[in-house]
Structures are given as structure tokens and as C-alpha cells.
């Protein structure tokens, strides 16, 4: 290690203590294990105040990659029921207003934060954006980043266990791909790596909301819509991405303190679980009225990132495109609406 710069040996703790967190739940045969121990291990390292730490670039091109994978999960038949949608993307408003309102009274009496402290740590949308959000208008932006980091973290972290009990059925290690590598072919790689590149590119030109995921998406759905390929992504690459992610997620404990970091946690623990309360809430009445799917529903109003839910999703064969969008509009909503509705907030 001679040499290295500060930056590349904390970078190099990362990804081993990363893969350490991440090879033991593989093989205690946990749910999403290269995700989940990654992000917990690092979590941990942060609380501990070890050196870790992922650099900015490290994050978008693994994010591409999950987005390729989910577009090989657009067929046709997904779309035979998508007049339903509707009912679920009008009841994302309600659910917005009620999730907010909920996280509000939690935040403002039981944390005592500050009006625009709790009003944007309440909000379930997007951590940068609402961090921005609360800057410009006096909020403390820090404890609104390790709100929304460890809302994420722990959305993350009960969803697979959620899922799996309420369906009684396993959610795979890998996250939804069990190909080997000595199974693709180079084709299948060139094909990845047009959706995957290409995607990224045109997503960032055409400004697509998380366009680093959505852009590949698209294009591999495009691809496997229009017949030209029907490639699979090999689950070691799949689960190297959900290294990094879930690294990347655990290190956003490293900027506080770890008597602060507890605190936050502890917050969370009780907001999360109001917010997931009130996704089950809102995914039952809607699956009564609307017939749709149930588990479907949940992913859709899990207040979670849209990445890491929609590897849930991929996971138990729940249509990604429903799910997406559901996250995609939330985001949009909550970061349109909640600015304009601040001030009324604060009257």
C-alpha cells in the first residue's frame, strides 16, 4: 500500500469491509445479501469512525448497470393491466400528504426540530434534493441528509424481511439473477454494454429524473421490447453493483458524530416505521378497491430508493415498470409540491 494516496487506501477499507458485510450474509443464505451486507458493514464502520468512505463516481455506473437489469424485465404482458395504474398514481398525492403530515408532527414535537428541519425531514422524496430544499430555507441540512440516509438504510434494510414474510416466499441472494458468467456470451455483453452506456448518455442528455438508472433502463427495455436481444445480466456483476450501492449508502453515516448518528437512527427507527405503516395502509385500501396486487403496491409506495426497491421488485417478479414510475412520480411530487407548500406549512 506504499504509496497509495489517503483517498485510494479508504477506498480500498471500503470495498473490504464492503465485501466482508456482503459475503457473510450470502452465506447465512440472507435476502439481497451483497446489498444489505454492504450497507450494514459500512454503517457500522462510519458508527465505529473508521476511515471509509466512496468517491462520487463510484455510484453512478453501477446504478446504470442495475438500471440494464431492470429493463430486461419489460415484456408486453406486464402492460395488460397498466389502466390501473391511475388509481395508484392519483393516491400517491394522498399518500404524500399523509406520510408528510404524519412525519411532521413526529419530527416538529417528539425530535423538536425546527419548522423547516422537520418539514423537509419529513417529506419521503429525494436525499439530495430535499437536503437542497432545506438549505435555502434555514433548515439544518445536515441532520436532514442522515434523516433521509437513514430513512434509505432502513426502508432498505426491512423491505426484504417485510416481503418475504407477508409472501412466504424467499427473496434470492443475488436480487434476481442466477446466470453465471461462463453463460452470457459476447453478444449478450455487447448488448449490456450499449443499453448500459448508451442509456446512461442519453439519459443525462434528455435530463431524466435518476437518469443514471432510468436511461439504461429504458434503453434495455427498448431492446428486449423490440425483440433485438433478449440478454441476461450475470449475477456476479449484478451483485458487485449491490456492493457498491449499499457501501455507498453506509457511508453517508461517516459525516456525524456516532452519539449523533444513534440519535438520528433512533428517530428513524419510529418515523420509518410510520411511513411504512402507512405504505401498507395505503396499499391495502387500494388493492381492495383497485384489484391490483397487493405486494406490487407496497414496492410502489415504499418510501425507499428507487434502485434498491426496484432490486426488490426484479427480485419477487413484481412488475418493475409499475414500480418505477410509482418512485419516479413520488420524487417528482414530493420535490415540486412540498417547496410551494412550505410557506402554507409554516402558517
Known amino acids: 500500500m506504499h504509496g497509495k494516496s489517503p483517498a485510494t487506501l479508504r477506498l480500498v477499507l471500503t470495498l473490504l469491509i464492503a465485501a466482508s ?9 440472507m435476502p439481497l445479501a451483497w446489498l444489505l451486507g454492504a450497507m450494514i458493514a459500512t454503517g457500522l464502520a462510519a458508527l465505529l469512525r473508521l476511515p471509509v468512505a466512496m468517491p462520487a463516481f463510484a455510484r453512478p455506473p453501477m446504478t446504470a448497470m442495475i438500471g440494464a437489469m431492470l429493463g430486461t424485465a ?130 443525462k442528455h434528455l435530463r431524466l429524473p435518476a437518469s443514471h438508472l432510468l436511461g439504461p433502463m429504458t434503453a434495455s427495455a427498448i431492446l428486449h421490447l423490440s425483440g433485438l436481444t433478449d440478454f441476461a445480466i450475470p449475477a456476479v456483476a ?28 433512533g428517530l428513524s427507527i419510529g418515523s420509518t416505521g410510520l411511513l411504512l405503516a402507512t405504505s401498507l395502509g395505503f396499499a391495502a385500501i387500494l388493492s381492495t378497491f383497485t384489484g391490483d396486487r ?32 410509482h418512485h419516479i412520480v413520488r420524487v417528482m411530487l414530493v420535490v415540486a409540491g412540498s417547496a410551494l407548500l412550505f410557506r402554507c406549512f409554516q402558517r
Open 21 to 29: 458485510g456482503g459475503g457473510m450474509l450470502w452465506h447465512m443464505h
Open 238 to 265: 449484478l451483485g458487485f453493483a449491490q456492493l457498491i450501492i449499499g457501501a455507498t449508502v453506509g457511508c453517508r453515516f461517516g459525516m456525524a458524530s456516532p452519539r449523533e448518528i444513534l440519535r438520528i437512527i
Open 294 to 325: 397487493f405486494l406490487a403496491l407496497v414496492l410502489a409506495y415504499s418510501p425507499g430508493g428507487i434502485a434498491e426497491v426496484s432490486i426488490v421488485a426484479l427480485s419477487i417478479g413484481i412488475e418493475v415498470p409499475f414500480v418505477v414510475l
Open 74 to 203: 419489460f415484456q408486453p404482458s406486464l402492460f395488460d393491466h397498466a389502466a390501473l395504474w391511475l388509481a395508484s398514481l392519483t393516491g400517491l398525492a394522498l399518500f404524500i400528504a399523509a406520510a408528510g403530515g404524519i412525519g411532521y408532527v413526529f419530527y416538529r414535537k417528539f425530535a423538536g426540530f425546527d419548522h423547516p428541519t422537520a418539514y423537509f425531514s419529513a417529506m419521503p422524496g429525494g436525499l439530495v434534493e430535499m437536503v437542497t430544499l432545506a438549505a435555502e430555507r434555514g433548515g439544518d441540512e445536515k441532520t436532514v441528509a442522515l434523516i433521509h440516509a437513514a430513512r434509505i438504510f432502513l426502508v432498505v434494510l426491512t423491505l426484504p424481511f417485510l416481503i418475504e414474510f407477508l409472501t412466504g416466499e424467499p427473496i434470492a441472494r443475488t436480487g434476481g439473477s442466477d446466470v453465471p458468467l461462463a453463460g452470457i456470451d459476447i453478444s449478450d455483453l455487447g448488448w449490456f454494454a450499449v443499453a448500459t452506456i448508451l442509456g446512461a448518455v442519453l439519459g
